[in-house]
């Protein structure tokens, strides 16, 4: 602060640094806990304070009038609605940003109905802004309701567990949502697909199936035509990590309930500044 001047805060602002306050104090036990959710919120560099850092920067420049914004690229949800309402808590006091959600919204997971319409109804705020992104599971629902995939396929691949939370009717209104769906999402730094792309493969020329089905190897990384490459799809117990020039956020959220986001500064090329990662306890 200069010349001693103080910030005027508003009770809005009181929220974000109580809540700020409880991370910080959290992290003394390593983890972060708040009506029954565990969470751990943690750095590239695994440190305490560049952890927690970007919430304090968020808010005290938006007080300045400065202009930082962030990305929250969330990972792949599978009908785990009360995960995606406790990373939308967590996520909520940084003030603003884009959330990008990465695909796999429904199927396995006990309330794909209930994640879809959470998705459909989007932000509180207008200082927020969401993307979804299109999986391929959204692409089996719809290719199987429309005949282009056997619906054998798809219901041994967890479309039973959405089926069951629609109650045996899945509205039109829903599967129109999930089919129009972006496949894929750059900004000034990086590239948001749910899968991943095809090496050797123009960035124009890649299809549907490349974007929403790839699988890379663990130690896969590229250049990804100068910018950073975010997606889900190859869940591990080891993610979210960095692996070179692209973060895989699929932490497996419906096999073992722990779900990822990461977080990137808009102004900043390169990794995620840090991770946040709910589970249920």
């Known amino acids: 602060m200069v010349g001693g001047d103080k910030p005027k805060v508003f009770p809005t602002e009181i929220e974000a640094l109580r809540a700020v306050t409880t991370r910080l104090l959290a992290y003394f036990n390593g983890h972060l806990v708040r009506d029954g959710e565990t969470v751990h919120a943690k750095s590239q560099a695994n440190a305490l304070f560049p952890s927690v850092r970007p919430i304090v920067r968020a808010r005290s420049f938006r007080w300045k009038g400065w202009s930082m914004s962030f990305t929250f690229a969330v990972g792949d949800i599978h009908g785990c609605l009360r995960q995606l309402e406790a990373m939308l808590r967590w996520i909520e006091p940084y003030g603003r940003g884009t959330v990008i959600f990465l695909g796999d919204y429904v199927d396995r997971g006990p309330n794909s109905r209930g994640v879809v319409e959470r998705l459909i109804a989007g932000p509180k705020s207008l200082e927020w802004k969401w993307i979804a992104l299109k999986g391929n599971h959204e692409d089996m629902m719809v290719g199987a309701m429309e005949g282009r995939y056997e619906e054998s396929w798809w219901l041994a691949n967890g479309g039973i567990e959405t089926v069951e939370s629609y109650g045996g009717l899945i509205p039109q209104a829903h599967l129109d ?19 991943g792309v095809k ?24 250049e990804f035509w100068g910018k950073h490459l975010v997606h889900g799809h190859t869940p591990s117990a080891h993610n979210p990590r960095t692996i070179g020039n692209r973060t895989n956020v699929d932490s497996a959220c419906v096999f073992d309930g722990r779900l990822s986001c990461a977080v990137f500064d808009d102004d900043v090329p390169g990794a995620p500044v840090e991770f946040i990662e709910v589970k249920m306890t």
């Open 177 to 195: 949502w999930a089919d129009t769906l972006p496949l894929i999402h750059s900004d000034q730094y990086r590239m948001f697909v749910h899968a």
């Open 199 to 222: 090496d050797g493969v123009h960035l124009e020329d890649q299809t549907p199936h490349d974007l929403m089905w790839t699988r890379f190897t663990p130690s896969d990384s590229n």
